[in-house]
């Protein structure tokens, strides 16, 4: 682990095994960190945050610059390991690893430009608002992009003066070791940024229960996030929520198919569908239906499948035996629910030994199904047509989600008043999601609260100071709002 500056063991000595989810083979023991260890990084935390929130946003961007510099001198290590311990393949995690820089480098810049406001009040007085950071915040991570996750969260964290303790996915616990590595060539100071591994139980329950860490920011399932809005509850800290997701993908029958078909095969396919904006209920208008599923089998049937270590690849294995267990249930239960068109069993020559499941389309299914409403986090998708833009928008908002929807539709007026009147967080509109540093990226309804990325993430990191000053010197002109005299 990362804490106070040094690598260290789990206090109590224990380890947990990490296995690489494309063949099931252990490649490392990784500390088990418990309340113990939590408390001892949490502490460091809450020294280093003394000078650290008073340190000069100058100083702070220019550690954040230094860490993008040393993360882009280091990316071929961090992809790697990214790959070998989550199953992204090689190419992908290359791709997000150099992508990290920018979140670095937005907040950097962001740093000595965000602040409070002056604000007119009755009287000879000036009144403003400082935005002070809120302490020690905690970052607890899932295992599907580990890397990215991490760094769209601490980034700001950092760059507005808090102190950081990170608690990766018991999955997926190596790329956070290596990035507190180059935290920590780059000059932080020992305390500033933090790494507890461990169980979810036990490290996560126990980082979110702490009453010295005044901010949580937790990326995961809805369930997991109920549980930490509960324990951060207790100590009144500022919880930030990105949660689970079942987001539509919405062709009309004016979009141009090909390009259509690919972004549905991105939606649900992308990483093995294991991304919170996956498009896994897929929503086609009756007039174009059938030549779009025609095609959507055509495109699936090149989808290359396999070693992420393979320049070909371009989908891995799902993340970990559990995982995959869970999501062939899903498959069963779609089964039962649904029509399978395609998919729904293990690629040939991937089956020996990693957790590979082959896109999975399933047609005729109904709104009510479990398949239609709960997230499935895996490449299967649920096909709906329909006809009428009223009954879409019911059917859509009709979810406990509001993640995040994809409209592929020319005329821009039916795109619009559309996006208008879902639930959700985001709305991408003939394009896919391209996660950037500066778009606010968050839930509506049980998708979560709070938002990360854009300045919008600023209030997740801060906190509200009014100072008011009377300009008069006789205290006697200094009258309360109701202008009695006690
Ligand atoms: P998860 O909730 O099981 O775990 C996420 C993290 O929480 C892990 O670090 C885990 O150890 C920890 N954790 C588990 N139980 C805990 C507890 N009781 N107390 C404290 N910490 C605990 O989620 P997951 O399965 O790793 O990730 C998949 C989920 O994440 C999906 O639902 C997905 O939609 C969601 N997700 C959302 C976004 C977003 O931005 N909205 C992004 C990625 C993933």
Not at 47 to 52: G, P, T
Not at 340 to 357: D, I, K, N, R, T
Not at 438 to 443: E, L, N, V
Request: proline content about 5%; hydrophobic content about 45%.
């Amino acid at each position: 682990m990362h804490i106070n500056g040094a690598s260290v063991p789990a206090r109590s000595g224990a380890t947990f095994p990490t296995t690489d989810p494309s063949t099931g083979r252990h490649i490392a023991d990784v500390p088990r960190g418990d309340s113990v260890d939590v408390d001892h990084a949490v502490q460091a935390a809450a020294d280093a945050a003394i000078e650290w929130q008073f340190s000069d946003a100058i100083t702070r961007a220019g550690l954040l610059r230094r860490l993008g510099a040393l993360v882009s001198e280091n990316a071929d290590e961090l992809a790697r390991i990214e790959s070998i311990d989550s199953g992204h393949y090689l190419g992908k995690a290359r791709e997000l690893v150099d992508a990290m820089p920018l979140w670095l480098e937005y907040w950097a810049g962001a740093a000595d430009k965000v602040g409070g406001r002056t604000i007119a009040v009755p009287g000879n007085k000036i009144s403003f608002t400082l935005l002070e950071p809120l302490g020690v915040t905690a970052h607890i991570i899932p295992w599907n992009y580990p890397l990215l996750i991490l760094v769209r969260s601490v980034a700001p964290a950092l760059a507005l003066g808090n102190t950081c303790v990170v608690k990766p996915a018991e999955d997926t616990s190596l790329s956070a070791l290596k990035f507190a590595e180059l935290v920590q060539e780059a000059g932080f100071p020992d305390g500033v940024f933090n790494v507890v591994t461990g169980y979810g139980a036990e490290a996560g329950a126990a980082l979110a229960a702490h009453p010295e860490v005044r901010g949580i920011t937790f990326t995961g399932s809805t369930e997991t996030g109920r549980e930490i809005a509960r324990l951060g509850g207790q100590h009144i800290a500022q919880v930030n929520l990105e949660l689970g997701g079942k987001s539509p993908l919405v062709v009309f029958p004016d979009a141009p198919l090909e390009d259509a078909v690919e972004v549905a095969v991105q939606g649900f396919c992308s990483r093995a569908g294991q991304v919170c904006v996956a498009g896994s209920r897929l929503f086609l208008h009756e007039d174009i239906a059938d030549q779009f599923l025609e095609m959507l089998v055509a495109r699936l049937r090149t989808a290359v499948i396999g070693d992420p270590f393979d320049d070909n690849t371009q989908m891995g294995p799902l993340a970990s035996q559990k995982h995959f267990d869970r999501v062939r249930e899903y498959i069963e239960i779609g089964k039962q629910e649904a029509t399978l068109l395609y998919g729904g069993g293990q690629p040939e020559h991937a089956a020996s030994a990693g957790f590979f499941v082959e896109p999975t389309v399933f047609v005729d299914v109904p709104k009510d199904a479990r398949i239609a409403r709960e997230e499935i986090f895996g490449p299967v998708t649920a096909v709906m047509r329909w006809s009428s833009v009223e009954d879409l928008i019911a059917t859509i908002n009709d979810s406990d989600y509001g993640l995040f929807a994809v409209l592929w539709c020319q005329d821009i007026t039916s795109a619009l008043d559309t996006a208008k009147r879902l639930q959700v967080g985001s709305v991408m509109i003939n394009d896919w999601f391209g996660e950037l540093p500066m778009t606010p990226h968050g839930g509506h309804k049980q998708s979560g609260t709070g938002r990360e990325e854009g300045l919008e993430a600023v209030h997740g990191y801060t906190q509200v100071k009014h100072i008011g000053i009377n300009l008069d010197r006789s205290p006697a002109k200094a009258s309360n709002w109701a202008g009695a005299p006690l």
